[in-house]
Structure formats: C-alpha cells, structure tokens
C-alpha cells in the first residue's frame, strides 16, 4: 500500500505512520511470528524513512505495548493455536508434549489470563495521540514508544546483554509458556 501511494505521498511532501510492537524491537516467548513481522515493519519504516528524507517525506513508527484489541479474542487464538499445532512436523509432534501445552495454553485463554486487564489498557487514547503528534506536529519523532513500560521493556532489550534479557523474560514469563519435551 505505502509502495503504490508513495508517488503522491513524495509530491505532497506527506506522512507515512506504520504500527509496529515494542515486540518488533524486544524479543518475548511464544511471539515469533508477531515478533518478526512487527520486526519487519520496523525496519521497512526506518529504510523508507531514509529514502525519502529528501524528498521531504517524515516516517514515523509507533510501538505500543499492551492494549486490549480483538487481537487477544480468545476465539482467535484458540483457532491459531490450533493451526500452529496443526502444522507442527511429525519431528516436533514426537519431541515436544504439544497436546499438553495445547491444553494449558487454552486453559490460559479460558481464564483470561492471557492478556491480564492490569497488564493492559483499555483506553487507546495514547495510540490515537501518538498518530495524532506523528501526522500533525512540526517535528514529528521517528518512534513513538506508547502504553505501560514500553520505553523501559525496549531500552531493556537494547541495552542488557542478550542472556540476562532473556533470563529475565524467562524469569517472569508464566509457566503455561513453556513448552516442554517429552519425556
């Protein structure tokens, strides 16, 4: 889309807002796929970003952390997570308990607890102000870290070696995210 509209975004000296994740620049358990297109939406931007600098065009990119949206509706995730499961090789079937980690993972989406309502906002306020300040201000930031401990859990990724991120993110990640080989 931004491909096609890019020749009268360029004369119009316009804007490109793309939403991406703080999982686009932190890695978290059991997100690979969200992660790794949100990843590649960050870097789309920054590269576009560079191109069209000189013709006047601003790329903006917003990462929000947790807010509740359709994304987490449990019938959707059980439908995924039966696809995922679906797909695995006979390899991973045979190594890995995945028929146990099917079930604790929709107990999990049964319970709610998935995306837990205090982990979460419900107000979008912060999105819609952060593209609001990204189409319209002077000055608009190249990225705009918005909603509950996005700047730190990014800066955290950035700045920690890589094994002591990961040891915390295993550390606090609930025990339903593990998947387990068999025994």
């Known amino acids: 889309m931004t491909k096609k509209f890019l020749p009268l975004i360029r004369k119009s000296k316009g804007r490109i ?3 991406s994740s703080i999982s686009g620049r932190a890695p978290c358990m059991a997100q690979s796929a969200y992660s790794v297109s949100k990843a590649a939406v960050e870097m789309f931007s920054d590269i576009l970003r560079q191109d ?3 013709f006047g065009v601003k790329v903006s990119i917003l990462e929000p952390s947790a807010f509740q949206t359709d994304v987490a509706e449990r019938a959707k995730m059980k ?3 039966d696809e995922v499961m679906g797909n695995l090789s006979e390899e991973t079937k045979a190594d890995f308990d995945v028929e146990d980690y099917s079930i604790r993972f929709k107990e999990t989406i049964d319970k709610d607890e998935i995306m837990p309502k205090k ?3 419900e107000d979008l306020s912060p999105v819609v102000n952060g593209i609001t300040d990204a189409l319209l ?3 608009p930031r190249c990225r705009y870290q918005i909603g509950k401990g996005a700047l730190v859990f990014v800066s955290l990724a950035h700045y920690l070696p890589s094994n002591v991120f990961d040891f915390l993110i295993c550390s606090f990640s609930p025990e339903w995210l593990f998947i387990k080989p068999k025994q």
Do not use: M, P
Request: aromatic residues 0%.
């Open 17 to 19: 807002v793309n939403i």
């Open 52 to 54: 069209v600098r000189q």
């Open 79 to 81: 439908n995924v997570l």
């Open 119 to 121: 982990h979460a906002s």
């Open 137 to 139: 201000s002077t000055h």
